[in-house]
C-alpha cells in the first residue's frame, strides 16, 4: 500500500504568514493528490485536487503544487478561519491513504 | 443541492457487525463520474479511507480491513450500505461517506458522520 507522510506534524503561524505544508507518497502518485481541511467536530472540506486544481469557492490563498511523489499545500497569507488540520490524500490502482495531518495553530 | 448522511447505530458490542447508511441526494449513484467512499476517523486521530464503490459496482477496500468490510448500493434508494465485522474497541470512530469524482478522485462532498462507540 501507498504511505503517505506529512510534515510538520504541527505548525504554529501568524496571521498574514506564508505556510507551507509538504506531503510525500512512498511510490509515485502521479497528480493524484488532493487537500483537505478539517475543523473540530466537522467533516472535511475538500481544497484542491489532482495536486493543484483549486476546487470551487475556495479562496485563491490555497494553492497546490507537486507530482510523483513530493506536493505541498501554500496559504499564501494567513487567515484566522485557517487555524485548523489539513490532510493529503492520495489515488492509486483502486486505493485511497491520508496522510497523518498537519494541525496549523496560532502563534 | 448535493446532500449525503450517514445513519446507524451509535453503540454496538464487541464481535457484534457494524451496518451504516449512506442516504445520498442531489446525484445518482448510477452516474457515471461519481462514486461513493466510506471512511472513519477516530477520537482525536487522522482519517482512514475504508472502501469505496464506482457507478458500476465496482468495489475497492482497505487492505488491512478488507476481511471485514463489504460495501453495496441500491441505486433506487440512493443508498449505499457498508458493513463491517467482528467490531472491536478500536473500530470506535465518526464514520463519513463522501462523494468521489472520477475525473479526480477527489472527495468534493461530505456526510456530517456519524459516531460509532463498541463497548459491552
Known amino acids: 500500500d501507498i504511505q503517505m507522510t506529512q510534515s510538520p506534524s504541527t505548525l504554529s503561524a501568524s496571521v498574514g504568514d506564508r505556510v507551507t505544508i509538504t506531503c510525500r507518497a512512498s511510490q509515485s502518485i502521479s497528480s493524484w493528490l488532493a487537500w483537505y481541511q478539517q475543523k473540530p467536530g466537522k467533516a472535511p472540506k475538500l481544497l484542491i485536487y489532482?495536486?493543484?486544481s483549486l476546487e470551487s469557492g475556495v479562496p485563491s490563498r490555497f494553492s497546490g503544487s507537486g507530482s510523483g511523489t513530493e506536493f505541498t499545500l501554500t496559504i499564501s497569507s494567513l487567515q484566522p478561519d485557517d487555524f485548523a488540520t489539513y490532510y493529503c490524500q492520495q489515488y492509486n490502482s483502486c486505493t485511497w491513504t491520508f496522510g497523518q495531518g498537519t494541525k496549523v495553530e496560532i502563534k | 443541492q448535493v446532500t449525503l448522511k450517514e445513519s446507524g447505530p451509535v453503540l454496538v458490542k464487541p464481535t457484534e457487525t457494524l451496518t451504516l447508511t449512506c442516504t445520498v441526494s442531489?446525484?445518482?449513484?448510477?452516474?457515471?463520474?461519481?462514486?461513493v467512499s466510506w471512511i472513519r476517523q477516530p477520537p482525536g486521530k487522522a482519517l482512514e479511507w475504508l472502501a469505496h464503490i464506482f457507478s458500476n459496482d465496482e468495489k475497492s477496500y482497505s487492505t488491512s480491513l478488507k476481511s471485514r468490510l463489504t460495501i453495496s448500493k441500491d441505486t433506487s434508494k440512493s443508498q449505499v450500505v457498508l458493513t463491517m465485522t467482528n467490531m472491536d474497541p478500536v473500530d470506535t470512530a465518526t464514520y463519513y461517506c463522501?462523494?468521489?469524482?472520477?475525473?479526480?478522485?477527489?472527495?468534493?462532498?461530505w456526510g456530517q458522520g456519524t459516531t460509532v462507540t463498541v463497548s459491552s
Open positions: 442531489g446525484f445518482s449513484l448510477s452516474n457515471a463520474r461519481m462514486g
Open positions: 489532482k495536486a493543484s
Open positions: 463522501a462523494r468521489t469524482m472520477v475525473r479526480s478522485y477527489g472527495m468534493d462532498v
